[in-house]
């Protein structure tokens, strides 16, 4: 049996979630995935009858829907009562109608946002998960808003005795493996590092994916691949530096003063400014691994911080990603190696063609030698090159 590797983002939105690009379709989706080098992508919202209906008009295949290159396999992001957002990823066009029609009366806006909103808790909307042979997790589990861990102390309080039918958590931004790992109920769940992409630009779609490796294209190889069976099983996970994102550390929320949280918690989370201290995903951890050191369990996929190629592009040359020098760099090496995550994870630097500041810059991605200042309250880090250059706005800024 030959098993291939496959590069996926199964976390996006369409157009017809809040906030999303109106250029999230499958056209550009499919054309800017192929870009990226990602060659399978959630299509988002499923439930939503619209889009729907036009992920309909794909060939279809053992629950992968092909539009041009690009293979989408049906996911969904929901919001329980509680606030915490589910993934769920479904096998056929059938069982997201099935699923549409369970949950409709619990829900107010399940036919007009992509996202709905689900009067249920976690193990309520799990078992309905169960109930249509869809996987279930949660999405972006650290966050300090509209997550598991943001307002459970473990997955049995959310889930209940519907626990043991969660098979994968969405580290999402904040974390990466070895954040997670120092959790023990978590090491024997499959990490995924998806984009949650609202736009389908290069800074945004893929800017984290997994590898999978799978005997072919369909639901039931990424279910085996997501449950680690037969072979089947992610090789890789790319995501950002957890401590860029905009809630690392405990910080407060209006002068962006980074405290300890000892201190935070003496001063009930009133900053001294008058702003509110906000409870750093890093601190977080730390209270629910209960000071406990990471313990990668065997077969856990190395875990490669990066950041879009455009980013990288601009930090190396002092620019924006936006600016005609990063662009034409961008081409340049998305041309030679065909997408852009294999010039990120694969490509030889030396065998780049372009300014060595970029070439020496992929490098220091890859080797985890670049520095990066935390954020928090609500503010992103930033990442200081090892040459000294420092990136002052995040991708989140373009």
């Not at 729907?52 to 794909?58: G, M, P, Q, R």
């Not at 003496?266 to 000071?291: H, N, Q, T, W």
Request: net charge negative; charged share 25%.
């Amino acid at each position: 049996m030959d098993l291939i590797e496959v590069a996926a983002d199964l976390h996006i939105h369409s157009r017809y979630s809040a906030a999303t690009s109106s250029s999230m379709d499958l056209p550009t989706l499919a054309k800017e995935s192929q870009k990226k080098g990602v060659e399978l992508i959630g299509t988002g919202d499923c439930l939503h009858p619209k889009w729907l209906s036009e992920v309909k008009c794909l060939e279809e295949s053992d629950g992968i829907f092909t539009q041009g290159d690009a293979r989408f396999i049906l996911t969904v992001e929901v919001e329980d009562i509680k606030r915490v957002h589910h993934l769920l990823i479904l096998p056929s066009i059938s069982k997201a109608e099935e699923l549409h029609d369970l949950l409709a009366r619990y829900s107010h806006n399940i036919d007009t946002d992509g996202r709905p909103r689900i009067d249920l808790d976690g193990e309520g909307i799990a078992e309905y998960a169960r109930d249509v042979a869809a996987l279930i997790g949660p999405a972006h589990a650290f966050t300090p808003w509209t997550s598991l861990y943001a307002y459970h102390d473990s997955l049995k309080e959310c889930y209940k005795d519907l626990t043991d039918y969660i098979f994968f958590i969405e580290l999402g931004l904040s974390a990466d493996s070895d954040y997670a790992d120092r959790i023990g109920e978590l090491r024997s769940l499959t990490f995924l590092t998806n984009s949650d992409a609202h736009s389908p630009w290069p800074v945004r779609l893929a800017r984290e994916l997994n590898r999978l490796k799978i005997e072919c294209f369909s639901f039931q190889e990424v279910e085996k691949a997501i449950k680690n069976e037969g072979g089947r099983r992610p090789t890789l996970n790319v995501g950002m530096p957890p401590e860029e994102g905009k809630y690392n550390e405990t910080a407060c929320s209006k002068c962006y003063k980074h405290q300890p949280l000892k201190g935070a918690l003496e001063a009930d989370f009133k900053c001294s400014c008058g702003g509110r201290i906000v409870k750093g995903v890093r601190d977080r951890v730390s209270e629910l691994s209960m000071g406990g050191e990471t313990l990668h369990p065997d077969g856990r996929p190395p875990y490669l911080h990066l950041i879009p190629l455009a980013e990288i592009i601009a930090m190396a040359l002092g620019l924006t990603p936006g600016a005609r020098t990063v662009e034409k760099n961008w081409n340049s090496l998305v041309s030679k190696f065909g997408a852009e995550a294999t010039v990120l994870v694969d490509a030889p630097t030396s065998d780049m063609n372009v300014d060595k500041r970029i070439a020496e810059s992929i490098r220091a991605f890859r080797d985890d030698e670049v520095i990066v200042r935390p954020g928090g309250g609500g503010k992103y880090g930033t990442i200081e090159l090892p040459a000294g250059e420092t990136s002052q706005r995040s991708l989140f800024d373009f």
